[in-house]
């Protein structure tokens, strides 16, 4: 039986928490029996139940004073103010599974010997809960909670055999099974969605901005451990494990244009201007013999604004649209936890602690890494078993994307966007030591960063005949001034930070004695992309295209792969930190920075011609330049593609052997494509303190797609192909290779 329930009559509209209609329930049951010349009975029983509840309605909002009629927009913000009383969804579920294997193998040995039957046995109770609550219009709360439990049965058959006087072990699982099982993991999530209602407010409406709070929490079980003394299964003294996350999100949106129209001026610019009305045929009128003149009426002419005028203001109004993305979650892992949930995974009576275990601040996200601590050693939450080998861990991870689209004039745009990932995991072993005192030992830390960047300035220098080039040079003399601005005690040129900022200050382009001595920027800067497909549109193009499309993009990206807390690192009073061959220790142990960097592409074109002929051309470059500090290396690799496209529909098309369909003369489109592209790609190893610079790998591919397609019915295509990729290497430890692919592909779609 699988979701049972009561369906509302006709004519039943109103729906009520407390209907019937919004209970179901599940109930499954199955039975294999077994046997052969080994097995004497093999009985397995598996046993499936559940019932479940859910409400849903439509919110219904109170407006207090909705009827109230604002003379002014700016009062709308207190006059749509509003709240409801019910939650939008309330459900539940409650999952009971139970499986039993009992085996009993033959004696097919000979020897007087009764081997006992084996037991294979699982009985577990899952509890689902779902809220939704439109608190207002803009607060929307969704919270959902999981609950897993295992109902522990005694060993071996569940029968009337007694554990102790008057207590079976039937009787045991029953205790068990209306106690809701053992808890064994708790998790929920909440998420508080609010959108300011910056549109009731006339001067901010331009403006939308979503905020987003989420919070999640688990609870995780210990394991079982076999008491000797009582004979009897116990959860093993390391504890619980507890894990908390908390999520802050911002989405603003500018929408500048909205902004500009709420000046009446403004407003007409962003307008297209009107056409021109065609001036309505004279009337003809019969001869005038008086030979008298009748003043015409002035017909007062309609303002306009003049083409400069507009281009002028249109072009001051070239931000249109802004969008930002932030995000930023924190947290924490906390091993060793004795408390077990009650609710909402909470412990209110846990021995000796006149506070809920974890707290309410935890559950719902608190990243209070201080409190926390405090508090489980103070209220004895903690294990004090000093094996307990497990990490306290606190996470960070910020997330931000920010775009910005421009347009000078029309059908030209330019979209400017940056990016920054940052990554921070600290860990330490916060465990008892022999005297039950608490003490963080081992603490260390590791993260990544990447950060969009600039470097279009070093892009376009080229090598010499050595392989060297400009702004490896650059590099190798800015050590020396980052050096001095540094101090050179405890900064030599071979130091980390010395070796960071000289590499980014070259290949970035700028000044050494200026740049800004940050590893890690905080502001990352603007890449681009640009477009253009006014070309089409101008009135002699159209005579031959339909659409010409020029396109040119730059994206940059500095990378910090990996890095970790130096554990040699110390500092006292600002002054003082550890040295090693004379050079300062970094506070983190960095293996690689990079610069990655994509005109993707540097220039393109796309055209689309009277004829339905599709062709377009690409110039492509790339670069990847590495900073290694173990052998103090950079490794660079560049790569130039030109790109080469067309393709062409013939409508109509008829194929001369007629294949797929019964009418020979059925006709349909097909359709060419032909891709050309060269690509040359070298990696380049430039090793400072030998001064070598050594090219390790290179090719160049050619590489030629061609294809045509035809629809030969609703479910059958065909498709002739050619492929071919030709790898010339620039360095002889590598050998030239040609792969070509040819062939004919029928491809059948079967849907129902």
Avoid: C
């Amino acid at each position: 039986f699988t979701n049972v329930r009561k369906t509302k009559g006709a004519g039943a509209k109103k729906v009520h928490i407390w209907d019937p209609e919004n209970l179901n329930l599940t109930y499954a049951y199955n039975e294999t029996y077994n046997r052969n010349i080994t097995t004497s009975y093999k009985t397995a029983k598996t046993y499936q139940g559940a019932i479940g509840y859910n409400f849903t309605t439509q919110p219904k909002h109170i407006v207090p004073l909705g009827g109230l009629k604002p003379k002014s927009n700016y009062l709308k913000f207190f006059t749509d103010f509003n709240f409801s009383l019910i939650p939008t969804n309330i459900s539940f579920r409650t999952d009971v599974n139970r499986a039993y294997t009992e085996t009993q193998l033959r004696n097919n040995t000979g020897i007087a010997y009764t081997q006992p039957p084996t037991f294979d046995k699982s009985f577990t109770m899952n509890r689902l809960y779902d809220v939704k609550f439109d608190l207002t219009k803009s607060i929307k709360l969704d919270f959902n909670a999981t609950a897993n439990a295992r109902i522990d049965e005694p060993p071996g058959k569940i029968d009337d055999t007694e554990l102790r006087t008057g207590y079976t072990k039937r009787d045991s699982v029953w205790d068990n099974f209306w106690s809701f099982g053992r808890l064994t993991n708790y998790h929920h999530t909440a998420d508080l969605n609010y959108t300011p209602p910056l549109s009731k407010i006339p001067l901010l409406d331009w403006i939308s901005s979503p905020v987003k709070y989420g919070a999640d929490y688990t609870w995780t079980s210990a394991s079982l451990a076999y008491d000797s003394t009582t004979q009897l299964y116990a959860p093993n003294r390391l504890g619980n494990t507890i894990q908390n996350s908390q999520t802050i999100q911002i989405n603003p949106t500018f929408t500048f244009t909205t902004l500009y129209n709420k000046i009446p001026f403004l407003k007409k610019i962003n307008q297209p201007p009107a056409p021109k009305p065609k001036a309505p045929p004279k009337p003809k009128l019969p001869a005038d013999t008086s030979k008298v003149k009748v003043p015409l009426p002035k017909v007062p002419k309609e303002k306009t604004i003049s083409p400069f005028v507009r281009g002028v203001f249109r072009t001051l109004m070239s931000i249109r649209t802004g969008t930002l993305t932030y995000s930023e979650t924190n947290g924490t892992l906390l091993p060793g936890f004795k408390p077990s949930p009650d609710y909402l995974g909470q412990d209110f009576n846990y021995p000796g602690s006149n506070v809920t275990a974890p707290g309410w601040g935890f559950i719902f996200g608190s990243q209070d890494t201080a409190r926390l601590k405090r508090d489980a050693v103070h209220y004895g939450w903690l294990s004090t078993d000093p094996s307990q080998n497990n990490a306290f861990v606190t996470t960070h991870l910020e997330n931000l994307t920010a775009r910005l689209t421009i347009e000078p004039f029309k059908n030209f745009r330019i979209e400017l966007n940056a990016t920054k990932n940052y990554t921070l995991n600290n860990q330490e072993y916060f465990r008892a030591d022999s005297f039950g005192d608490f003490h963080s030992y081992s603490p260390t830390s590791s993260g990544s960063y990447s950060v969009s960047y600039l470097s279009y300035k070093t892009a376009f220098v080229n090598d010499d005949k050595d392989y060297s080039n400009a702004t490896f040079r650059q590099f190798d003399q800015n050590r020396a001034i980052i050096s001095q601005r540094l101090g050179t005690d405890g900064h030599g040129q071979t130091q980390q930070d010395v070796l960071t900022y000289a590499f980014l200050s070259a290949y970035s382009g700028q000044d050494a004695s200026s740049i800004k001595l940050d590893q890690f920027p905080k502001i990352p800067l603007p890449n681009w992309r640009i477009t253009y497909d006014g070309l089409g549109k101008l009135k002699w193009a159209q005579k031959y295209i339909t659409q010409f499309n020029l396109n040119h993009s730059y994206r940059s990206t500095y990378s910090v792969n990996a890095f970790t807390g130096n554990l040699h690192y110390a500092e006292s009073n600002g002054t003082y930190r550890e040295q090693i061959n004379n050079d300062f220790v970094p506070k983190y142990d960095i293996q690689q920075v990079s610069i990655s960097e994509q005109w993707g592409p540097l220039f393109g074109v796309d055209i689309t011609w009277k004829n339905g002929l599709q062709t377009r051309a690409e110039i492509k470059r790339d670069r990847t330049v590495s900073l290694s500090y173990s052998n103090i290396q950079v490794t660079e690799v560049r790569g130039t593609e030109y790109v080469f496209g067309a393709g062409y529909r013939i409508k109509n098309f008829k194929l001369p052997f007629g294949l797929g369909a019964k009418n020979s003369s059925k006709k349909n489109d097909l359709n060419l494509k032909a891709d050309f592209s060269i690509r040359n790609n070298y990696t380049i190893i430039r090793k400072l303190l030998e001064g070598l610079n050594q090219p390790s790998a290179g090719n160049q591919t050619l590489s030629i797609k061609t294809s045509a397609d035809y629809v030969l019915n609703e479910r059958l295509n065909l498709r002739l192909f050619y492929d071919q990729t030709i790898n010339e290497p620039f360095v002889s430890s590598s050998f030239p290779t040609s792969n070509t692919n040819i062939g004919l592909s029928l491809r059948f779609t079967i849907s129902q």
